[in-house]
């Protein structure tokens, strides 16, 4: 079974609107940790955010929060005031046994979102 | 700087011959990995290394092996590539203390087999 799943291939957004990346996952552990990455075409994995499973309120950074929904095991990425430099591809990641060491990374497929003007 | 340095960023090679992408790491991280990401398939590890001399695999190591003589390096060997590894590369670092951390990644290596 996938254990990130995105599934928005790609989306379209117009500059200054806001936008949401899905992203589900699947897991028995009560420890993990959910992160979203921006690869733009370059090529460069761009850590954007973090949610840890026992964190109470949704993280958010500048632009980005997540919306983490923990009974539904999702945790959508949210770009506010969206800008012509956040056309990319957004990938949705976990970590499970947070306090194991065990720092193994599981990605999801990835959404493109481009930002039209 | 913080940083995760792989080299080449790009390599075009003929089946068969032996390769060597290398990876390294400033921030004394004891875990490191690498990772290659395929169309529709995301991000896959490749194998893991959590210090020095320890390695193992991660969920898609055939045709791959590793080597982890110092903390801060980690390459990456194709003994005889083959075309199905043409994919783009990532070598990835982070430290095995506190839940959450960061996990930095190298600037990438597109490689093709021909």
């Known amino acids: 079974a996938q254990k990130i799943t995105q599934t928005q291939p790609g989306m379209f957004v117009q500059e200054k609107e806001a936008v949401t990346l899905d992203c589900t996952y699947d897991t028995s552990d009560p420890s993990y940790g959910l992160f979203w990455y921006k690869q733009p075409s370059s090529g460069e994995m761009i850590f954007l955010i973090y949610q840890g499973s026992y964190d109470q309120q949704n993280a958010t950074e500048g632009r980005y929060s997540l919306n983490f929904q923990k009974a539904r095991k999702s945790a959508n990425l949210v770009i506010s005031a969206s800008q012509l430099g956040d056309s990319a591809m957004y990938f949705c990641?976990?970590?499970?046994?947070?306090?194991?060491?065990?720092?193994?990374?599981?990605f999801g497929t990835g959404t493109r979102l481009l930002v039209s003007p | 700087e913080a940083q995760v340095t792989q080299n080449p960023r790009y390599l075009i090679t003929v089946t068969g011959k032996k390769l060597t992408v290398t990876c390294s790491q400033n921030m004394n991280h004891e875990y490191m990995s690498w990772y290659r990401q395929d169309p529709g398939l995301g991000l896959r590890q490749i194998y893991y290394s959590m210090n020095v001399e320890v390695t193992d695999k991660g969920d898609v190591p055939e045709g791959y092996k590793v080597s982890r003589k110092e903390k801060r390096n980690f390459p990456l060997i194709l003994e005889s590539p083959s075309p199905n590894q043409t994919s783009l590369y990532f070598c990835?670092?982070?430290?095995?203390?506190?839940?959450?951390?960061?996990?930095?990644f190298g600037q990438g290596t597109r490689l093709t087999v021909v």
């Open positions: 990835a670092s982070s430290d095995l203390k506190g839940p959450g951390v960061e996990t930095f």
């Open positions: 990641a976990m970590r499970e046994g947070l306090n194991t060491g065990f720092q193994k990374l599981v």
